[in-house]
Nanobody
Framework: HVQLVESGGGLVQPGGSLRLSCAFD????????MGWFRQAPGKEREGVAA???????IYADSVKGRFTISQDNAKNTLYLQLNSLKTEDTAMYYC??????????????WGQGTQVTVS
């Protein structure tokens, strides 16, 4: 069972930066997608960024050019670099792991979250 533990959240001023980390148990690098999601109070959870085993990445339009997802398999850590932060980026950020079920990506393992507050 893969465990995910996020860290790196905090309080930052608009325009500032943070780097979130997600430590995960080592897994066989089959067809896996790792992602970052966020949920603000009163809003639905939304996908922020994802990275596949081959290194390809996707981003939500709202964070393109500001956030960067990366993964260091030697350290079993997923990262999300957050730059040019805006107040609307305030949310609980979660990392998650997905497998391909033949039809779509299924995110089945989640961390406990780390709070990012931009104010």
């Amino acid at each position: 069972h893969v465990q995910l533990v996020e860290s790196g959240g905090g309080l930052v001023q608009p325009g500032g930066s943070l780097r979130l980390s997600c430590a995960f148990d080592a897994y066989t690098p089959a067809n896996v997608r790792m992602g970052w999601f966020r949920q603000a109070p009163g809003k639905e959870r939304e996908g922020v960024a994802a990275i596949d085993t081959d290194g390809s990445t996707i981003y939500a339009d709202s964070v393109k050019g500001r956030f960067t997802i990366s993964q260091d398999n030697a350290k079993n850590t997923l990262y999300l670099q957050l730059n040019s932060l805006k107040t609307e980026d305030t949310a609980m950020y979660y990392c998650a792991k997905a497998d391909w079920d033949g039809y779509s990506w299924y995110f089945h393992t989640w961390g406990q979250g780390t709070q990012v507050t931009v104010s």
